[in-house]
């Protein structure tokens, strides 16, 4: 079962990836794909590493759609 404590810390940490440095928005998708992966939720890790990717690129369409679903997605994990 997932902790709603757990589903909190990660859309903090969604809501501040819009903010800092490329790297420290990286290191924030990151940390969300790590409790994703011990959650068990491995699409949705899937899904975060392609955000990262897009973010990598510079495709910012890309990067707030895929953000944008990753909020929704973990939202509905409560």
Do not use: C, P, W, Y
């Not at 510079?58 to 509905?76: N, T, V």
Request: negative net charge.
């Amino acid at each position: 079962m997932v902790l709603q404590v757990d589903i909190d810390v990660l859309l903090s940490t969604l809501n501040a990836a819009d903010v800092g440095s490329l790297d420290s928005i990286a290191a924030k998708l990151r940390e969300v794909k790590d409790h994703l992966e011990k959650m068990e939720q491995r699409e949705l890790a899937d899904r975060a590493d392609e955000v990262i990717v897009a973010l990598g690129r510079g495709d910012l369409a890309e990067f707030k759609r895929g953000k944008a679903f990753l909020q929704s997605k973990i939202g509905h994990l409560r």
